[in-house]
């Protein structure tokens, strides 16, 4: 057997694959002999059938099968004997095999694209600056925090006058088509311009009114007509609503029987000890996406200053290959930008994992998985109620979706440990800002 490996550039390259008949034929008489002691052949007792007849009936079929065998294992022993490190899979040049002759020929040669990655350097210094953004929790912030869990265990209530701030629920019918469904619109939700012509309606009223003129959105479309989004995106024209009903939420009290319902019995006695915990509680939830976005600036950070060249014309092709040319040039053209951000982080973080001897064991994989689980049933108070199933809990959804699960939460701790190093050897900095200017920056 004789395997080369055709470097075009450092970046792409060919594997060349030449077989004789001492690398195949001994693996094919072999398995020439198995088939004749297991065929069950019309006119031969079984296990007396001659390799002639074996070789006439399969004998192609089965030199195909045990070269294609030679073919991947020889292939990998080769990347791994010679450590080479591959972006995606070799594609094998199917049109350099198409006039093969299984029956006579002999001697076979086959091809296998590869796209390679380049040595590179990257930089996890204090070179590296990035800024933390930590969101200002200010008395406008909170109030409406408060407020939004006032509506939530608010009261509901059918006042028979909709304002602004009402819903209303109703059988909408858009003219020209059979869709006629009951739902309730959310005059907060629809556009400021069309929000006049429902503002004074009563029960039993009827408006007509342009659909996309009201709603923008296609969600609110396809809930309206509960329909799928695809098919809400076509839907336009005028709408007749016939009014059912007026809802309205009345916020509830500041009392301590909302206390108990928001933060559990007897947690907090006043309403200064209840706007204590929801600012605690709110500034955790800014400080995990404060932790998000600086994450994501880091990526971006060491993506941009991480020079590493890449073989695009093979990933694009092996991006096609491998989903069964599924994936137009077109599709692949416009999200390659995407792609190629995510192989290049990849390959920062796998170098770093290499470089700072990171890893993670079982233990950590199943602590994490017990965590979640845990918060998922509503925290350590509710856990207690499950504790003596927990570890059985935790080990059916590790062992769930084939490991998939367990992979995931892997991969989770991989990657936290991969950041926790780059954050304590880059220079963060800090900068607080409202909440509307995070937004800006989380959605830029």
């Known amino acids: 057997m004789d ?183 959310d005059l907060k939700k629809i ?34 007509f509960a329909t799928a989004m695809e098919e809400a995106k076509n839907l336009s024209g005028e709408v007749t609503l016939t009014v059912k009903n007026i809802n309205r939420v009345e916020p509830a009290e500041l009392n301590q029987d909302l206390f108990d319902k928001v933060l559990g019995k007897d947690q907090v006695k006043s309403e200064k000890e209840f706007m204590d915990k929801v600012k605690t509680s709110v500034q955790k939830n800014y400080d995990r996406e404060s932790e998000y976005l600086l994450n994501r600036d880091i990526k971006n950070a060491l993506i941009e200053k991480t020079k590493i060249d890449t073989p695009d014309a093979f990933l694009k092709r092996w991006l096609q290959y491998s989903n069964g040319e599924k994936l137009t040039t077109d599709d692949i053209e416009k999200d390659y930008e995407f792609y190629l951000k995510d192989l290049k982080w990849n390959l920062i973080g796998n170098r770093i994992i290499e470089d700072f001897k990171i890893k993670v064991d079982n233990e950590e994989v199943t602590e994490t998985a017990r ?45 936290d440990k991969i950041m926790k190093v780059i954050q304590e050897n880059i220079s963060i900095s800090e900068k607080k800002v409202d909440l509307e200017a995070f937004k800006k920056l989380a959605n830029g």
């Open 191 to 224: 556009d400021k311009k069309g929000l006049k012509k429902f503002t004074g309606l009563k029960k039993d009223d009827t408006l007509t009114f342009d659909l996309r003129t009201v709603i923008k959105d296609d969600e609110q479309v396809a809930g309206l």
């Open 3 to 185: 395997i080369t490996l055709d470097k075009k550039t450092t970046t792409e390259g060919f594997i060349k694959i030449k077989l004789i008949p001492g690398d195949y034929q001994p693996k094919v008489d072999e398995k020439v002999k198995e088939y004749a002691q297991k065929a069950n052949i019309k006119g031969f007792r079984r296990g007396k059938v001659p390799s002639g007849v074996i070789k006439k009936l399969y004998g192609k079929s089965i030199k195909a099968e045990e070269i294609n065998h030679i073919l991947s294992h020889s292939l990998n022993d080769y990347i791994k004997e010679n450590k080479i490190q591959l972006l995606g899979d070799p594609i094998p040049e199917l049109e350099k095999t198409q006039n093969i002759d299984w029956e006579t020929q002999t001697e076979f040669e086959f091809e296998f694209a590869i796209g390679m990655v380049d040595a590179f350097k990257y930089d996890v210094s204090d070179k590296v600056k990035v800024k933390r953004h930590i969101i200002n929790l200010d008395d406008k912030a909170l109030k409406s925090t408060v407020e939004d869990i006032r509506m939530q265990y608010g009261k509901m209530i059918n006042p028979d006058i909709a304002t602004a701030d009402d819903s209303v629920y109703g059988e909408f019918k858009l003219a020209g088509t059979d869709r006629e469904n009951d739902a309730v619109l």
């Open 371 to 415: 965590n979640q689980i845990i918060n998922q049933l509503g925290g350590p108070s509710v856990a207690d109620v499950y504790k003596e199933q927990l570890d059985g809990i935790v080990q059916n959804y590790l062992q769930a979706e084939n490991g998939k699960n367990y992979v995931s939460i892997y991969n989770q701790v991989k990657d």
